[in-house]
Every structure is written in C-alpha cells, then in structure tokens.
C-alpha cells in the first residue's frame, strides 16, 4: 500500500483528549504522529495523572507509579514521528524479543535516552514477611531458587514447574494476545480455548497455590496484580504474566523519579506539535444526533467536542477520555445518548481498591538503610486481609504496604542527608462508607508505628521532616475516580478483555476511551498499551487503514 493513500485529509482532524495521565499522552503522541491535531485539556495544574509528581520542601514525590516495566513500549513512544505507517510495526519487534536480560547500567532504548534517563532496578522488590524474613526478588532464577531453598525448600520443584506454566502463560497472553482488541464477542470466543489449556482462568492464588505450599512462596508469586489494582484471590491467573514481564524486561527507574518520564513525555508530544492545557476541567462531552438522512430516533449520537468548566467550548472530530471510565460516563456523557454504558451497567461494575499513600522526608541517621528501592512489607494475614479490603470493605486491624524509598537510588530527590519516601496502603474504596478524614490520620499513625517498632526505618518520627498522605477521597475528588477507586474497574475474569470497558464508545459515535478504564487494564504498560489499540481504532474509524 501507497503511503499517499494513508494521508491524513488535508484539514487535519482535531482531536481533544480528556486527561494528561500516562494513557491520554501516550495516545497523543500516537495521534499527532498520525496526521492529527491533538489538543489535551487537564483539570490538574501539570501531566502525569496518578503519575503526577509533586516538589515540596526540596522533596520530589512521584505520588503514583513507580515500578517501571517493558521499557521497550517507552522507547516506541520515542521513536514515533510524523508518519502514517506506525501502527504497521510489529508489537514486539525481534530485537525486542530477544533482548538479554538487564542486569546493570543504562537500560531503555536510544531514542528514550535523548528524552529521559531510565536505570534498571536490582532486586526488583524486597518482600519482607511478618516474621522478619525476606525474598530479594530479581528474575533470576539461580538467585531465585536459592532463596526458595533457604524459606521454604519444599517449593523448588514446585517453582519449576510455575515457572514453566507463566512462561506459556505470558507467551500467549502477552506476547502473541496482548495487542488484541476485544470488541466483539467472536474474537473473545476465539481465545478462550487457549485460556482454558493454560489453566489461566482459575484465580491466580489458587493457581500459585497449586505450585507452592508454604505461604511465604504463594505471597511472592502472587501479590504483583496489587499494583494495578488486582486482588489475587479474584484476579485471573493470566496475570501470572506479570512475573514474566518483569523477568524478561526488567523493572527500571527514571532518574528525577516518574515525573521525568512524564515530562519527557509530554516534550515529545509538543514536539510534534501536539498542545496540552492545564486548570482545564471538562465538564460535558458534547454529544448531538448524526446529522445524516437516517430517520431522527435511530440517527447515532456523535461527540462534537467538550464544553469546559470555564464555560468554553471546544469543537473536535473526535473525543478520548482519559478519566475515570464510570465518571466519564455518569458524568460527562449525557445519559439519553447512553445504552450499553447506563447508570444501572456502570455503577454495577466492581471498581478497584483504593488506597492510602503517605509522602515522608526523615533525616538520614548514619546507619544504613535495611531496605532496598522497592519494598513489601506484607502483615500478618494475606487472604482474609484482601477479603477485607476487597470483599467486605472494612479496615483490618493490621495491614500490608508497599514501602518506596527512590533516593536509595536517586539521592537528588531528597535535601541532601535526608530520604524521601512513600508508602502505600491498600485499603477498601468509598463504597465502604469509611470517614477518612477520621480514619486517615489514625491510620497514618498506626502505619509509623509499625515501621519504627519493627526496625524498617528506626526512630522515624523523630528523624520525620516531611509528612503528608491522601486516602480514597483524593481519587474521588482531585482525579474525579467513583467511589475513589485507584486502579479504575477491577481486573476480574468478567470485566476482562470483551468485559471490559471498551476504548471505542458503543454508545457515541467518535468517542473513545484510553487508559486504566479501558482495554486491556490497569499499570502503566497496560495503560500504554491502551493508548495504541485506541490508536488504531482511531485510524480504522477515520479511514487511515
Ligand atoms: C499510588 C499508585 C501507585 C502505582 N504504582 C504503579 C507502579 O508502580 N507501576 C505501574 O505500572 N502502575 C502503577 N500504578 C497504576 C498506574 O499509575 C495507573 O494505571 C496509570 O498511571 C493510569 O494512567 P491513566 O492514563 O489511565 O489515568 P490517570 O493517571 O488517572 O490520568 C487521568 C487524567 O485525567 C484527568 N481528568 C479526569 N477527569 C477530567 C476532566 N473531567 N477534565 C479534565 N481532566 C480530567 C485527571 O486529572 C488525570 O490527570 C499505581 C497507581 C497508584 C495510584
């Protein structure tokens, strides 16, 4: 095929997306690469979303993701110019595939590194059970057995036998499936003769748990899923491909922390020539009849553009949101032109956890740190602690947490002779009924008490200099996220792929979805991944083959 006859008409169409998060950006840059002229409008006051990085009193918070994997999608955002041909690339590229495994030094690909600096990250995470004892985590599979040898022996050949069954699992799922679109029932069909052959439907603890005995191994091969929102017990068990998407490419960093990424983003977006707008809230996704010849009740509804807190309207050929799928819908979609994605549909669907994230400074005491970048620190009990959070929406009596601490890494985003640090705390989102303003603050308090009287970080509150938090009330209100939901509709087997929220509107012609909310879920790479099915259902509506 020509490339003349992939061009773009000559007035280039105007798209707005709704929201700079990791999705809307990276469909941006994909959008302006193809011929569009993109316009994004975020409420927040600068890019980044859930990714937003916050700089007080000489500390740099990165306040969401931090864990960054397949650098390789990154480096395809990079790499992208002005050209119609770059949805035909191969998804993942031979060099890709074959890439060794990053042990040190500089990772991320040439065109990243004009951008951004990324560094790999060993161990990926130190899991720190309640009895003291600890997994260093880093893919390596010697290092891997010899720790299993020394916890909890009995699970060598076990973890034999799980790695093999994750690696089919994530060749198929991930490597060969990832990239499919779910928009109709068929293509679901299709798979799920290969879903039922690799076991991947069951739960992914009952599928950790087939592989490991003690409890210790079940909790390192199956807590990933927390960090984009999946709760293991309900999550499917293709997401055991997690632990080979680390494995195989590495878990990186961003040196000046995720907000650099963003920001590195963002430039590439302006640079072809794509224009970002922040303070600018969207109120109304303006939606009219089709203005074809077709009788007016079975004319389709068509988004025009979006009408602006302020008041301003802003034409468009074509709308994306970047919010929060329920919200976007409840919200912003008016609900006569809704069918498929009603009140009852929406508000029905299971969202994700929240959580409660506390930003602290502490002075460096002399001592070294007996923690690593990427820490967890799992409690007391597992299952009934996320059939808590989960299930019945209460508050435990103990908790688990993800303990960040960048300037292990990166001492530049701290003042010198201090750490900066977040740690994260899933709890249930605000269907629970929960007072956070009451129960945030004794929550935070439980949680320093924890870290001091068990040593993570010792005689804390008097080293603190910096303390902040947010709870589920800040995904409500500043992101606009129902019910405070974190990690946007909950990864289940029924609000998977065809189930799940779709990234092009059933209900409004020229609407779109990318992100979290959208096909195929939650994370960053998942959330990039979004941005370029969204891409290519754009270039198929808009006749760009
Ligand atoms: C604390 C935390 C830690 C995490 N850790 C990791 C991790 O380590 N690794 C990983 O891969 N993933 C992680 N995640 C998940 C990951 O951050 C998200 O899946 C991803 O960033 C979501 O990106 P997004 O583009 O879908 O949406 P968002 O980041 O939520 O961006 C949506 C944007 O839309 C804007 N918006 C919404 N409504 C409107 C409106 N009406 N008008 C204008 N703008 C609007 C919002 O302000 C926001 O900026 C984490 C999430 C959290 C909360």
Redesign the pocket.
């Known amino acids: 095929m020509s490339h003349e006859r992939n061009v773009v008409p000559r007035r280039a169409k105007r798209a707005v997306i709704?929201?700079?998060?990791?999705?809307?950006i990276s469909l941006g840059i994909r959008l302006q690469s193809l011929g569009f002229d993109t316009l994004i409008?975020?409420?927040?006051d600068g890019?980044?979303?859930?990714?937003?990085q916050k700089k007080v009193n000489g500390y740099t918070f990165d306040?969401?993701?931090?864990?960054?994997?397949a650098p390789h999608f990154i480096e395809e955002l990079f790499a992208l110019e002005h050209r119609q041909d770059n949805l035909q690339a191969p998804d993942f590229p031979a060099e890709v595939l074959s890439a060794p495994r990053i042990t040190a030094g500089q990772s991320g690909g040439p065109r990243t590194r004009e951008y951004v600096q990324l560094v790999p990250i060993l161990p990926f995470y130190r899991i720190i059970f309640d009895d003291g004892t600890f997994f260093d985590y880093d893919g390596d599979p010697t290092n891997t057995r010899r720790q299993i040898a020394e916890l909890a022996p009995q699970d060598l050949a076990g973890y034999e036998r799980f790695h093999k069954d994750a690696q089919a699992i994530f060749e198929r799922g991930f490597l060969e499936l990832g990239y499919t679109y779910f928009g109709d029932i068929p293509t679901m069909l299709r798979v799920v003769p290969d879903l039922m052959r690799l076991d991947a439907v069951r739960t992914l603890f009952s599928f950790t748990s087939k592989y490991f005995q003690s409890e210790k191994m079940r909790q390192v091969f199956s807590f990933e899923t927390l960090?984009?929102?999946g709760n293991p017990l309900s999550v499917p068990a293709i997401y055991a491909m997690i632990h080979f998407v680390e494995k195989t490419w590495g878990v990186h960093y961003a040196v000046g922390g995720t907000g650099a990424l963003v920001q590195a983003l963002v430039r590439k977006f302006e640079e072809l020539g794509g224009q970002i707008r922040y303070g600018?809230?969207?109120?109304d996704i303006i939606v009219t009849d089709d203005w074809g010849k077709a009788p007016r009740l079975t004319r389709p509804r068509v988004a025009r553009g979006v009408l602006l807190e302020s008041g301003e309207r802003i034409p468009a050929d074509l709308v994306v949101s970047?919010?929060?799928w329920a919200?976007t819908y409840l919200k912003?979609v008016p609900a006569g032109a809704r069918r498929v994605n009603s009140d009852l549909r929406v508000k029905a669907a299971r969202q994700s956890m929240s959580?409660l994230?506390i930003y602290f400074g502490f002075k460096d005491d002399g001592q070294p740190l007996n923690l690593k970048h990427h820490n967890i620190l799992l409690g007391p009990r597992y299952e009934a602690l996320l059939r808590e959070i989960f299930g019945e929406k209460v508050l435990g009596t103990d908790f688990s947490q993800y303990l960040h601490v960048p300037t292990l890494t990166d001492p530049a985003l701290a003042p010198p002779g201090h750490h900066a640090a977040y740690t994260?705390i899933p709890v249930p989102h605000n269907g629970s009924g929960l007072d956070w303003k009451i129960e945030g603050p004794k929550l935070v308090e439980r949680v320093y008490d924890y870290l001091e009287q068990r040593n993570i970080i010792p005689n804390l509150r008097a080293r603190l200099t910096h303390s902040e938090f947010i709870t589920p009330d800040y995904f409500a209100g500043?992101?606009?996220s129902y019910l405070g939901n974190?990690?946007?509709p909950e990864p289940v087997l029924v609000q998977s792929a065809f189930f799940r929220p779709h990234n092009r509107s059933e209900d409004v012609k020229n609407l779109y979805l990318?992100?979290?909310?959208a096909q195929p879920g939650?994370?960053?790479?998942?959330?990039m991944m979004s941005a370029k099915m969204t891409a290519r259902l754009i270039a198929e509506d808009f006749g760009l083959d």
């Open positions: 709704i929201g700079a998060g990791f999705g809307g409008v975020e409420r927040l890019p980044g979303g859930r990714g937003y306040m969401g993701p931090t864990v960054i994997t960090l984009i929102g600018a809230g969207v109120q970047n919010g929060d919200n912003r959580l994230v994260l500043t992101l606009d974190a990690f946007g990318v992100g979290a909310g939650g994370g960053t790479p998942s959330v």
